[in-house]
């Protein structure tokens, strides 16, 4: 069989503020790599991989105000998304309400919404202006989920657990669980016919690429 010319069954698709550092989660996830020198993504891209006998589409999308158009048009259908913020930056969580839930009029029914906090390594570290304190509150993200899931009519976890992850790509913190989370409630009925002591197991079956211009960016993204 030619990998290839496999099709998603599934659609997810991560959402930001512009050097939040969805590519980084994605790259960490993916390739098991970080690089503090992450390019940003312009327009879109996606990543299709194997869950049980599933295939998972996950686009990483430009966080530009210019690219907003175009994220909504990506966000059509999609079953899952998950929506990232800094974990020190206030302004970036806020941006859930005004900037990102306005792009989800077009996902699917029951779409699965997940939070996640990103830069977890870099809170506390010493800074001369300490911008690097916490500005999201756990249970605030706690809230914002239940908040959206009800919205949303999400799907909850087989297992009850909460849609919320605190992430470091650098220090490789809850990443692999936050997409697995995902990847669980998405194929609930896949992951339950596999053998109960064979891990799930993803494999990289085809990147695509629908603008192939990038830049770097002044924010470091992790």
Request: hydrophobic content about 35%; overall charge positive.
């Amino acid at each position: 069989m030619n990998n290839q010319k496999q099709k998603p069954d599934k659609k997810v698709i991560i959402l930001g503020n512009i050097g939040v550092g969805k590519s980084c989660l994605i790259n960490r996830y993916m390739n098991e790599t970080f690089s503090e020198n992450n390019t940003g993504t312009i327009g879109s891209c996606y990543f299709l991989k194997q869950w049980g006998k599933k295939n998972i589409a996950v686009w990483d999308t430009g966080g530009q105000e210019m690219y907003n158009a175009l994220t909504n048009f990506y966000c059509r259908y999609a079953h899952a998304v998950i929506l990232c913020y800094f974990l020190n930056d206030r302004s970036s969580f806020e941006a859930i309400d005004t900037k990102l839930v306005p792009l989800l009029s077009s996902v699917s029914e029951n779409c699965l919404i997940v939070l996640a906090g990103t830069k977890l390594d870099l809170l506390n570290t010493s800074t001369v202006n300490n911008s690097n304190q916490r500005a999201v509150l756990p249970e605030e993200a706690r809230a914002k989920s239940l908040e959206l899931t009800q919205r949303f009519n999400s799907p909850v976890h087989p297992k009850g657990k909460l849609p919320v992850f605190e992430t470091s790509a650098k220090e490789n913190i809850q990443v692999h669980e936050l997409f697995e989370f995902v990847f669980d409630i998405l194929v609930h009925e896949t992951c339950s016919q596999l053998e109960p002591d064979t891990p799930n197991k993803t494999v990289t079956l085809e990147v695509s690429h629908s603008n192939k211009f990038k830049r770097k960016f002044e924010r470091k993204c992790c």
